[in-house]
């Protein structure tokens, strides 16, 4: 059986001539516990599923169907394994199987924001092979719009084929017999007349070569009404039924004015016909106050099952109080309805349901971690890491070993340094109640060094729990970085000059508290601490919180 991940293969081995020289220079983490609940507390009947189907930071879903198997990729910015791919055979029980970047030698994330990166990957099938195409954006070495392919999904996935001369984002792949397209946004023909004005674009692709052939089409200039400067139509697909070809696209920005729209056409090359009740699915026209809102839904993406039935994959929010959400953007399920030709998700003024009828498809087992609802699980490390466990850009040296039940982690670039990779390893936090813990063995040397848990946003936006050196001492601390603006927030003794320490830190929302306790009973570090600022609204970007293991060195090299 092939690796989970290729965290362990990928990256070059650090000396341990380096180690022994600093000991700082690594960490010891044994177990990390995740327990995660619902905000929503609703519970899916006999026949029913849950959504939202994938909790947290899986953006930007697209899905395709071999047979009676399921695949979903979404975005991974630069976060490292890069491209999950999940499976399933309902539709509603997913299972992570890899990630379509696992080697560092595909990508580069050198110097790469993050929220730049890895945008919006289409996946489809075609005569036994696997299709993702994806935009790197910011990459070095002008990526751009690249595919890779695998036979496999778990992998392996080949080196990336940069598509020459596409530009733009949300690019994806249809195929219309013997013929190969690609439809995604750019710039319009022209100047853009407002801010926002953007296009759909399509071009015929070799399926060899995988390069343009032909002249590039605007297929939507503006969106559904030019009229009312509809901004950013973005992430097309196309597909073909009862002889016409419909193209559906996401409309108003990610935000709460996010929506789906539909057009359709007698000819892959246009002219495309906005349908008769467009969007096909938004929620920005409901009472922002209703309990339990779904939000900024759009980003959809059509499959039609072994059995006719027709469903949506698309994104949407669950933020708390206050508009925020710090998880990222979860991926919804529902139904496609079709009436007189043309399709429908939602209907206008409905809120997004929180359980829905199951698709018509053989019952699965409950996986061994569950990706929605009410979930917990805990990693031994005493096994290779499951896929879902990323790190941030590309690593050029290696980050950790598994050894003797434990996770031995080494420090890397200080976190901000986009040049290089920081020594964390991590998983999405998919609840707003959310609980994590670890138990970290570490001796800080001198100041800037730590090692323990760390829930980040991004390079300036994170907290850390865990043992530092402060003042000359061997300490617990808490540290929170706003803006990439460091403030030590707590401090209390620790265990000297070593012993394990278990860390725990509990969010609730926006607030988050933090415990930890060394041979002895629980102790409170701090509670209470505002956590909005690690939302998407405040941190800005398009991700979610990770949260793992990390260690700093004032002097790793």
């Excluded at 516990?33 to 959504?51: C, H, I, L, W």
């Excluded at 601490?529 to 700093?552: C, E, H, N, R, W």
């Amino acid at each position: 059986m092939r690796q989970p991940t290729a965290l362990l293969a990928a990256l070059l081995l650090t000396t341990a001539a380096q180690a022994a020289d600093n000991p700082a220079a690594s960490a010891r983490f044994e177990r990390f516990s995740y327990a995660g609940k619902a905000p929503e507390r609703t519970t899916a009947r006999a026949g029913e599923y849950a959504n939202p189907v994938l909790a947290g930071y899986y953006p930007d879903p697209s899905i395709a169907r071999k047979g009676d198997d399921y695949y979903v990729v979404a975005s991974s910015f630069t976060n490292f394994p890069g491209l999950p791919i999940m499976h399933s055979k309902d539709l509603v029980t997913w299972t992570q199987v890899g990630n379509a970047l696992d080697r560092p030698g595909q990508i580069d994330f050198t110097g790469v924001r993050g929220s730049q990166g890895i945008f919006a990957p289409d996946i489809s099938y075609h005569d036994g092979r696997f299709y993702i195409i994806t935009t790197c954006a910011s990459c070095p070495g002008g990526v751009g719009n690249f595919i890779v392919t695998a036979t496999n999904p778990a992998g392996p996935w080949s080196d990336p084929i940069t598509v020459q001369g596409l530009n733009g984002i949300d690019p994806s792949i249809f195929r219309d017999g013997e013929k190969m397209y690609v439809v995604h946004n750019d710039a319009p023909e022209g100047t853009p007349r407002y801010d926002g004005h953007r296009a759909i674009w399509i071009t015929q692709l070799d399926p060899v070569s995988l390069q343009r052939i032909g002249t590039p089409k605007v297929l939507v200039d503006g969106g559904v009404d030019p009229s009312k400067k509809p901004i950013w139509i973005e992430a097309p697909h196309i597909f073909k039924k009862d002889g016409w070809y419909y193209l559906i696209c996401a409309e108003g920005g990610t935000a709460d004015n996010h929506s789906e729209v539909v057009f359709r056409s007698k000819d892959v090359m246009g002219p495309y016909v906005p349908g008769p009740v467009n969007p096909i699915l938004t929620q920005r026209d409901l009472d922002p106050q209703r309990p339990n809102p779904v939000t900024t839904a759009g980003h959809a993406k059509f499959v039609q099952t072994q059995n006719g039935e027709w469903w949506a994959v698309f994104l949407a929010t669950r933020p708390y109080p206050g508009n925020f959400y710090n998880i990222g953007r979860d991926t919804f399920l529902l139904p496609v309805t079709w009436k007189d030709g043309w399709p429908m998700i939602l209907e206008q003024g409905k809120t997004v349901p929180y359980t829905h009828r199951k698709p018509d498809l053989p019952a699965q087992p409950a996986p061994a971690i569950p990706m929605n609802g009410d979930f917990s699980y805990v990693d031994e490390f005493d096994a290779p890491l499951a896929p879902a466990w990323m790190g941030i850009r590309t690593p050029r040296e290696r980050v950790y070993d598994l050894k003797k039940g434990a996770l031995v982690l080494h420090a890397g670039r200080p976190l901000g340094d986009l040049a290089g990779v920081p020594g964390f390893v991590g998983r999405r936090q998919q609840h707003h109640d959310a609980s994590v813990s670890t138990v970290v063995d570490y001796t800080p040397r001198r100041d800037g060094d730590r090692a323990g848990l760390l829930a980040m946003q991004n390079d300036g936006a994170w907290m850390f729990l865990g043992i530092a050196w402060v003042d000359g001492k061997r300490v617990v601390a808490l540290v929170k970085s706003e803006g990439g603006k460091e403030t030590l927030l707590a401090t209390a003794p620790a265990p000297a000059p070593k012993g394990n320490v278990e860390l725990a830190m509990h969010m609730r929302g926006g607030q988050s508290d933090y415990r930890y306790r060394s041979g002895g009973q629980w102790k409170t570090l701090k509670t209470g601490v505002d956590v909005t600022f690690l939302s998407t609204q405040k941190a800005k970007g398009f991700v979610g919180v990770v949260i793992g293991p990390y260690v700093q060195s004032h002097n790793p090299q």
